[in-house]
């Protein structure tokens, strides 16, 4: 038997049935485009409930360009970007930064995803001296593409380091429901309040359609964005389809429900393989990300019954996402066929 649904990504999740209403309603008549909508107006004020007044709220359509266009906007070509060597920006892209911002991507080595002071440092030079790049952003991922979470710390240490050095903090916020929930913070506690500059705010893996949000904590920074924003092709006309499921999501912190239950489900994976000698979890299981070593005769046998990716074919390590929408059934159905494909090499 073929289950339909998989491990492979959060994105391959539905649309949360509260959302796919809030799209239907916002069907109804004729509204303002580009944003000049009560929608989009209901969303950012519910952003600023959020994350703090003081703040500059964008829509676009999808994380690369909320990533890329909100980096765009406070860099030069002159500048480099420092990033885990796993980062999204880094890895997953296309080289889209590069070619959008012109600036040269600096990657530090992170075997749990997580920059560290150290690691920054090793780039931090050449200040000032017009034959190398000159650091401008530091760009960290929350939760990280390897599932784990900075704690408020120790993201407040690189934003002072960041500002010590005349330089930006951005946070790829992807899954940053995920590292809230996990930490029982609040985003702006894990933003605003420890030196966030730039914030890319995930909406499409945690229950929207589409949909992602630049937000900049430091208005200076986003006085040209709407012109960044057009020239990126992600202004959209009919904006009110992105607005409208934002607002669905922070309504009554369906953002956060949504982010528990998928960091839930993924714990719940985790207890039920991490007894198993057969595979090796080999990072802390903190949002809704699994990862382990599988023994590669099993993978294929397993991916048979449940789609999911690999993650370093080299060490046979994969990755297992759950979603807003993963059920305990569906966990004890994927143990289920883990077990029954350990047990028939025997």
Not at 157 to 184: K, T
Request: charged share 25%.
């Amino acid at each position: 038997m073929k289950y339909f649904k998989g491990f492979a990504s959060d994105n391959n999740a539905g649309v949360h049935p509260e959302i796919l209403e809030a799209i239907t309603k916002a069907n109804a008549g004729h509204a303002i485009g580009y944003g000049d909508d009560p929608y989009t107006a209901k969303a950012v004020q519910q952003f600023k409930s959020l994350l703090g007044d003081n703040i500059d709220v964008y829509f676009v359509f999808n994380g690369t360009a909320a990533n890329v266009l909100g980096l765009k906007a406070v860099t030069n070509s002159y500048h480099s970007i420092i990033c885990s060597e796993q980062a999204h920006l880094n890895v997953d892209e296309c080289g889209a930064p590069e070619k959008f911002t012109d600036c040269k991507v600096l990657t530090v080595p992170t075997p749990d995803g997580k920059l560290t002071i150290e690691g920054i440092k090793r780039h931090l030079h050449g200040f000032d001296f017009e034959h190398h790049a000159q650091p401008r952003i530091i760009s960290i991922t929350q939760s990280t593409e390897m599932g784990t979470v900075y704690s408020p710390s120790e993201i407040r240490e690189i934003a002072d380091l960041a500002h010590q050095n005349r330089m930006l903090l951005h946070m790829d916020g992807a899954r940053i429901s995920n590292a809230a929930a996990f930490l029982n913070l609040s985003p702006k506690e894990i933003t605003a309040d420890v030196g966030v500059d730039v914030l890319s705010y995930g909406g499409t893996k945690n229950g929207m359609m589409f949909g992602e949000a630049v937000i900049f904590f430091n208005r200076e920074l986003s006085r040209e964005f709407k012109y960044i924003r057009k020239q990126g092709m992600q202004l959209g006309s009919k904006m009110r389809f992105i607005s409208a499921q934002f607002s669905a999501l922070l309504e009554n912190d369906l953002w956060l429900e949504n982010a528990l239950h998928s960091n839930k489900m993924a714990r719940k994976l985790y207890e039920k393989i991490k007894d198993m000698p057969e595979i090796r979890v080999t990072q802390p299981v903190q949002s809704n990300a699994v990862f382990a070593i599988v023994p590669p005769e099993f993978i294929p046998r397993i991916r048979d019954k449940f789609f999911f990716y690999m993650w370093d074919e080299e060490n046979s390590e994969v990755r297992w996402m759950t979603a807003f929408d993963t059920t305990e059934e569906d966990i004890d159905n994927f143990v289920k066929v883990i077990r029954e494909t350990v047990s028939a090499a025997k």
